[in-house]
């Protein structure tokens, strides 16, 4: 088990900036892919933005390309997801996920995950 817990969302104004942070509890968190997906009510979970282990590597949805930065600290156990001028179609649940698994095409996808945050909420007004 990877307990995942995501914290920094909240309620902002179209243009506002927010980061939000996923804290993992383990001593292997520099071999873990981690991921962050969102789903908005009444859509499905969608993927947003992946990071490779070593932080090398990052691969983001096209929506948010240019707007949303990934970066972890191995050092801490913790992903970031900055998210800057934000939208009203930004708003949506948040999840981190972790995966034990080499980086390759397969990040973009729910079940390559193994591990799942709780959640955090990110409400965008207009």
């Known amino acids: 088990q990877v307990p995942l817990v995501e914290s920094g969302g909240g309620l902002v104004q179209a243009g506002s900036s927010l980061r939000l942070a996923c804290d993992a509890s383990?001593?292997?968190?520099?071999?873990?892919?981690m991921g962050w997906f969102r789903q908005a009510p009444g859509k499905d979970r969608e993927f947003v933005a992946a990071i490779s282990g070593g932080g090398g590597s990052t691969a983001y949805e096209a929506s948010v390309k240019g707007r949303f930065t990934i970066s972890r600290d191995n050092a801490k156990n913790t992903a970031y997801l900055q998210m800057n001028s934000l939208k009203s179609e930004d708003t949506a649940v948040y999840y981190c996920a972790s995966a034990g698994r080499a980086w390759g095409p397969g990040q973009r996808s729910q079940s390559y995950y193994e591990h799942w945050g709780q959640g955090t909420q990110v409400t965008v007004s207009s």
């Open positions: 383990t001593r292997l968190f520099s071999l873990h892919i």
